[in-house]
């Protein structure tokens, strides 16, 4: 086999959302955690990094359970091949994610697409504040997602990559991407996942089994909340 599967599909904001951008300079009264943002257009965006690694941790403990590998290149090989490694060989990962830009933002532009939520924490001891603002992505954006996936020879491991591939994002909706998620922010959820088919001689209807995977994810969107 050769070329690639496309897999678009959207991410939907449940409760606010924080991954974090620049913070490095914050003038006194200023929100001192931003979220991660565009800098061509100014609005969020979800880093593909940040999104390929809540995945691939969510999978390894799942399929490693006490065995977790202590870092990544230590991982089995099913989500190697899936997500990549550096050592002792270099292994090209055959997930490629893009940066997710929103999708919805013209619905929105009534209310805006952030939210600033105020924390506060007191020291046990003498009970002095440390009160800090958070920079959210508020509930109900939607962001586009791109997915790519290097098609192997191997049909049996195409089949295995797809079903683990439906795992981590089935995991991620009962738990969450981004900082603060203990505390209610993160929990987001898939919807309109499709597949096509990119410079490959498979035959579009040989994907409907993959299909069924990832309609199973759609179904787990009524234990995100």
């Known amino acids: 086999m050769n070329g690639k599967i496309k897999i678009?599909?959207?991410?939907?904001?449940?409760?606010?959302?924080?991954?974090?951008?620049?913070?490095?300079?914050?003038?006194?009264?200023a929100?001192?955690?931003?979220?991660?943002?565009?800098?061509?257009?100014?609005?969020?965006?979800i880093p593909g990094s940040s999104l390929k690694g809540k995945l691939r941790t969510l999978l390894a403990a799942?399929?490693?359970?006490?065995?977790?590998?202590?870092?990544?290149?230590?991982?089995?090989?099913?989500?190697?091949?899936?997500?990549?490694?550096?050592?002792?060989?270099?292994?090209?990962?055959r997930l490629q994610f893009a940066d997710s830009f929103v999708a919805?933002?013209?619905?929105?532009?009534?209310?805006?697409?952030?939210e600033v939520k105020y924390e506060n924490s007191l020291d046990r001891i003498?009970?002095?504040?440390?009160?800090?603002?958070?920079?959210?992505?508020?509930?109900?954006?939607?962001?586009?997602?791109?997915?790519?996936?290097?098609?192997?020879?191997s049909p049996q491991e195409l089949e295995e990559d797809m079903k683990n591939l439906a795992?981590?994002?089935?995991?991620?909706?009962?738990?969450?991407?981004?900082?603060?998620?203990?505390?209610g922010s993160g929990r987001v959820s898939f919807k309109k996942i499709n597949f096509s088919l990119v410079e490959s001689s498979l035959k579009n209807e040989e994907l409907e089994p993959i299909r069924a995977f990832f309609k199973e994810i759609e179904d787990y969107e009524l234990l995100s909340l």
């Open 31 to 45: 929100v001192n955690k931003p979220v991660a943002e565009d800098p061509r257009t100014g609005k969020p965006i």
């Open 126 to 153: 003498t009970c002095a504040p440390n009160p800090r603002q958070i920079e959210r992505v508020i509930s109900g954006v939607e962001f586009s997602v791109v997915i790519t996936y290097d098609l192997p020879e």
């Open 62 to 93: 799942q399929m490693q359970g006490s065995q977790k590998a202590a870092e990544p290149n230590k991982d089995c090989d099913e989500i190697k091949r899936l997500f990549g490694a550096s050592e002792p060989k270099v292994i090209r990962s």
């Open 167 to 183: 795992t981590a994002m089935r995991l991620l909706q009962i738990d969450y991407l981004g900082g603060h998620g203990s505390r």
């Open 104 to 114: 919805n933002a013209v619905e929105l532009a009534a209310v805006g697409l952030r």
């Open 8 to 29: 678009n599909t959207t991410l939907k904001v449940l409760t606010g959302l924080h991954i974090g951008g620049n913070d490095a300079f914050s003038p006194i009264g």
